[in-house]
Nanobody, 125 residues
Framework: QVQLVESGGGLVQAGGSLRLSCVAS????????VAWFRQAPGKERQFVAS????????NYADSVKGRFTISRDNAKNTVYLQMNGLKPEDTAVYYC??????????????????WGQGTQVTVSS
């Protein structure tokens, strides 16, 4: 079973950048599609970006397209989320989710069955 640990969150001013990491345990991580979701207080968990098992197929929410980049290094069992041009509305707890699949990554939170504990991202105006 894969276990996920997120890191890299913090407090940043609007316009700044952060890079989140999602590190997985287990030897089969390269068989997993991975996605980043975020959840602000009082709101539902929202899709941010996803990557298939190889990194060749990625998807982004319209709200982050052009500012965020998802990538993965299977040799390091790690998926990254590079976040540039951060806005106050990006403030949330960011979670990575994973699911063993060779198919395209899901846009839905229900498409993932492994989750990390989350990392807080706060963007000040």
């Amino acid at each position: 079973q894969v276990q996920l640990v997120e890191s890299g969150g913090g407090l940043v001013q609007a316009g700044g950048s952060l890079r989140l990491s999602c590190v997985a345990s287990g030897r089969t991580f390269s068989s997993y599609a991975v996605a980043w979701f975020r959840q602000a207080p009082g709101k539902e968990r929202q899709f941010v970006a996803s990557t298939n098992w190889s990194g060749a197929s990625t998807n982004y929410a319209d709200s982050v397209k052009g500012r965020f980049t998802i990538s993965r290094d299977n040799a390091k069992n790690t998926v990254y989320l590079q976040m540039n041009g951060l806005k106050p509305e990006d403030t949330a707890v960011y979670y990575c989710g994973a699911r063993m699949t060779q198919g395209p990554p899901s846009w839905s939170r229900y498409g993932y069955d492994r989750w990390g504990q989350g990392t807080q991202v706060t963007v000040s105006s």
